[in-house]
């Protein structure tokens, strides 16, 4: 990544890599900051799992790691996982987890465009989770896990879709009511209608296979997985062979 570039260059939105730079050392903490990612995690490995047929020796990338709970995940589901993530404090709090963990999991701060011209079409399964709603430009992420991704092998995205009913419980009722995550979390502009991510799929070479709700429940502090997509869901796709 060559310094003299811009963040939209690289694009990166610098508040946003702060902001959870300064969450880094709750990540870990199930009773913190990250206590829905926690509820969250099981069910989107589950998800991860199905969707690439095992995990069991894949080459797996995590973009958008955080403090690498869903790094973690791969790896200890047999895959042989990267994570990677521009919040320098993210990356170190998960290197020093996996470490105490004695998991074999790498790390790196680097963009995944900048991954994708260096280690085009390395990996089985590439996963993009609560990322993409938080960069200037998801289409080009989009693009570059398709471009990291191997003939035949699977990219799994989640992200936020955009309507009255999403921005009413991901930001009025997690940021405002319920506090379940920080203010200013989320941008609602920034949500991604399904038929959004299935265009930029398309145009980055991937098919989608199958598109599923991912539920959160606040009372219960539970996890599912669904056919409403009105809020939270997840995405497949395939990468031609």
Known sequence: M???????????DDAEIGKF????????????????????????LRYIER????????AALDVGCGGGLLTEGLAKGGAKALGIDLAEESVEVARQHAAQAK????????????????????????CCLEMLE??????????????????????????????AKSWALAIVGAEYLLRLLPRGTHD???FIR????DRWSRGAGLEAADVSGLRYDPWLKTASLGRDIDVNYLMHCRKPA
């Open 21 to 44: 730079g300064a969450l880094a050392a709750t990540w870990w903490d199930p009773e913190g900051e990250m206590a829905p990612l926690h509820v969250l995690n099981p069910v989107r």
């Open 194 to 197: 399904p038929s959004e991510l």
């Open 134 to 163: 938080h960069v200037p430009d998801p289409a080009r992420t989009v693009r570059a896990c398709a471009d990291l991704v191997r003939p035949g092998g699977s990219v799994v995205f989640s992200t936020i879709n955009r309507n």
């Open 103 to 126: 998991l074999a999991v790498d790390y790196r701060v680097v963009a995944a465009e900048d991954l994708a011209a260096e280690r085009p079409e390395s990996f089985d399964l590439v």
């Open 51 to 58: 969707a690439a047929g095992g995990l069991k020796g894949l």
């Open 188 to 190: 609602y502009a920034r």
């Open 2 to 12: 060559n310094a003299s570039e811009t963040a939209a260059e690289r694009n990166v």
